[in-house]
C-alpha cells in the first residue's frame, strides 16, 4: 500500500493486526518528505508482505496527524496490533532505514523462537537448533535468531557459538547478550585445551564449571565458580570472574538461579 490512507481506522490500525503497517506521515511542500517517499515505496517493496506501507498526507488529514503528535516531517511510525511500536522523525539514509527496519519490524517467525527458547531450556538442545537455523534460512539477518541458536550451540558446539554471532553487528541491543555467551563459549571449551591449564586448586573446580555450562546446569555452574574464585581469583585470566558475569546477564538478574548465587558471587569477587 503507497497511496494515501482514505480511513485510517481500517487501512492501519485494524490492518497492523495482522501485518506491521508503516506509516509515513508527509506533505506535499516538504522537501525531505519528497526524498525519503521513494526510499520507503522501494523497501516496501522489497519487503514481500513482511510489512507494508501507508501514507498519510497531514495537510488532508490533520487529525490523525494531531492524534499521534506529529510536529515534524517526514515522520515514520510503525504500527503492529493497533499501536505504535517505533518510529523516526526526518529522511535517513537507506542504509539507516533498512537498519532500522531489520531492528524495528517483528518477525513472522517470532512464535518459532519463542518456541526453540522454550527447548533450551527443557535441554532440547538439538530441536532447538533445527528450528533456529529454518529461521535463519528465509531471515538470514535476524539477530535474534542468531543469539538463541548461540544459545542452543553452547550446548552442542561452543566452538561454533562465535561465528553464529558474527552477523549482529547491526543489533547493537544484542551485544551484551552475544558476549556473555562468547565468554561462556570459551568457558565450555575449556575442557579441551586442560593440558594448558596451571596447576592450581581452582583448576577442577573451573573445569567442572565448564561441564555445567555445557549441559545447561545453570546452578552448578554458578556454585563451581563461586568455588574457583574463592580458591583463585585471578585464575585463568580471571576467567571465573567473566564466565559468572556472563552468567547474570544471560539469565537475568531476575531469575531464581541469579537470586540464589548473586551474593555469593559478589562476595567471593570481593570479599
Known amino acids: 500500500m503507497t497511496h494515501d490512507v482514505g480511513n485510517f481506522e481500517q487501512e492501519v490500525l485494524e490492518r497492523s493486526r495482522a501485518t506491521p503497517v508503516l506509516v509515513d506521515f508527509w506533505a506535499a511542500w516538504c522537501g ?58 526526518g529522511a535517513l539514509p537507506e542504509p539507516e532505514v533498512r537498519t532500522w527496519l531489520e531492528r524495528a519490524v517483528p518477525s513472522p517467525h517470532a512464535a518459532t523462537l519463542i518456541e526453540a527458547a522454550r527447548l533450551i531450556e527443557r535441554g532440547a538442545f538439538d530441536k532447538a537448533a533445527a528450528l533456529v537455523r529454518s529461521v535463519l534460512e528465509a531471515e538470514p539477518g535476524n539477530g535474534i535468531a542468531r543469539v ?64 555445567a555450562v555445557r549441559a545447561g546446569d545453570w546452578a552448578a555452574a554458578l556454585e563451581a565458580l563461586i568455588e574457583a574464585l574463592t580458591l583463585d581469583r585471578g585464575y585463568a585470566d580471571g576467567l571465573a570472574k567473566e564466565s559468572g558475569r556472563a552468567l547474570f546477564i544471560l539469565l537475568g538478574i531476575g531469575h531464581p538461579v541469579s537470586e540464589r548465587f548473586h551474593r555469593a558471587f559478589s562476595n567471593a569477587l570481593y570479599v
Not at 490523525?64 to 496490533?81: C, D
Not at 566452538?159 to 541491543?173: F, G, M, S
Request: charged share 25%; proline share 8%.
Open 32 to 89: 525531505p518528505c519528497r526524498v525519503l517517499g521513494p526510499v520507503l515505496e522501494r523497501l516496501a517493496g522489497e519487503a514481500q508482505g513482511r510489512w507494508v506501507l501507508a501514507k498519510v498526507d497531514t495537510e488532508r488529514f490533520p487529525e490523525v496527524s494531531e492524534r499521534y503528535g506529529i510536529m515534524s516531517i517526514p515522520n515514520v511510525k510503525l504500527f503492529v496490533n493497533g499501536e505504535v511500536v517505533d518510529e523516526f522523525v
Open 148 to 211: 538463541v541458536l548461540a544459545e542452543a550451540l553452547l550446548h552442542l558446539e561452543p566452538e561454533a557459538v562465535a561465528p553464529a554471532l558474527r552477523e549482529i553487528a547491526d543489533h547493537p541491543e544484542l551485544e551484551a547478550r552475544a558476549d556473555a555467551l562468547e565468554t561462556l563459549a570459551r568457558l565450555a571449551t575449556l575442557p579441551q585445551r586442560a593440558d594448558g591449564l596451571p596447576e592450581s586448586s581452582a583448576r577442577p573446580r573451573l573445569l567442572a564449571a565448564a561441564a
